[in-house]
């Protein structure tokens, strides 16, 4: 009876324990040169959802219990964005010599997450200057317009990444290029 009483304790703690990493999103990460001892899940507004604090062996790990979506990681001087869904068991390495060139993700939802170490790699050698120097706003309305349809495009090469990621990418594109819009019509009603 004892063995029996063991070994049903014995499955339920399994099953619950298997339930919990389906739930949750397990998260390491592996930083050369590291900002901070600390790693910080952000949201939109920049409101910190999660500390993840580093381990005696250097790394950083956590099982995040967070709604699935797009955030922010926070180095403690760098920020870029990430793509975490339950279920996702991720790794991460960088060096922040290197910044955006090192990051590296690996495991379940690296597709996604090495796009958008990709992506902010585009958006920070993005030449921002020819939105500027444009003659008329209409130029500058389809400058802008290009700009999306090229994100967008890179995004839909990629048929194997979630639909939620895609539509969050989408969106959040449309709402950048709204952003450019209004902030180069402000800009040329200045000068």
Avoid at 63 to 74: C, V
Avoid at 105 to 126: M, P
Avoid at 143 to 156: N, P, S, V
Wanted: net charge neutral; proline share 1%; glycine share 6%.
């Amino acid at each position: 009876m004892r063995t029996f009483t063991f070994s049903i304790y014995t499955l339920l703690f399994f099953c619950s324990s298997f339930g919990q990493t389906k739930n949750g999103i397990n998260f390491q990460a592996k930083i050369e040169n590291r900002n901070w001892d600390y790693l910080y899940i952000k949201d939109a507004n920049y409101n910190t959802v999660q500390i993840i604090d580093i381990d005696t062996d250097g790394l950083f790990k956590a099982t995040l219990n967070i709604q699935d979506g797009i955030y922010l990681l926070f180095d403690g001087v760098e920020y870029f964005k990430i793509y975490l869904k339950k279920g996702y068991n991720l790794q991460l390495t960088m060096n922040t010599n290197n910044f955006r060139e090192s990051i590296v993700f690996t495991g379940i939802g690296a597709e996604e997450n090495n796009y958008l170490a990709k992506e902010s790699i585009f958006e920070v050698n993005y030449n921002y200057g020819i939105l500027s120097n444009a003659k008329t706003p209409k130029k500058t309305q389809k400058l802008i317009e290009e700009k999306e349809k090229t994100c967008i495009q890179m995004l839909k090469n990629n048929t194997s990444f979630d639909k939620t990621f895609v539509d969050l990418e989408i969106g959040f594109y449309k709402n950048h290029s709204e952003e450019l819009k209004k902030y180069y019509g402000e800009l040329r009603e200045m000068n």
